[in-house]
């Protein structure tokens, strides 16, 4: 017997909505132990997608905490110049919508989608995740890697 995605998914999808904030998605992956969310409309249709990965490359790249050294610490020698930089860039987060962030084309997969046929898609395009939809693109649940491991060992 073949497993399917409504089997193996996680059905109590924790999710973002595009015009909640970058600082409320890294709070929501961080009080739920998760490295991702699906986004959605206020009418639960899903729009995109967000990682941590997301929001730590834009942090990067607009230098959001200049002085974070490879450990993850803030030097104790900083001075109160660069500690405003870093004020500006957790407001920056706080200003930003998911909506900016997120990655419009997600690989979604139904209800009857097979467990194998989710892994080679995970595998193909290199993705944690698989948003399980119905067919009005509405989320129903989530595949993660993680599910897919446990349903291996079963």
Known sequence: MTLTAKEIMTAAVVCVEGQQTLQEALAIMAKYGISGLPVTGTDGVLVGIIS????????????????????????PHAEIKDLTSI??????????????????????????????????????????RVPIVDANGRLLGI????????????
């Open 52 to 75: 941590n990965t997301d929001i730590i490359n834009y942090a990067q790249k607009e230098n959001v905490v200049p002085l974070f050294d490879l450990s993850g610490w803030i030097s």
């Open 143 to 154: 595949v993660t890697r993680n599910d897919l491991v446990k349903s291996f060992a079963r």
């Open 87 to 128: 004020k500006r860039g957790i407001d920056l987060l706080a200003q930003t919508a998911v909506s900016r962030l997120m990655k419009r084309k997600v690989h979604t997969a139904r209800e009857d989608t097979a467990m194998l046929a989710i892994a080679r898609l995970m595998s193909r395009y290199q993705v944690n």
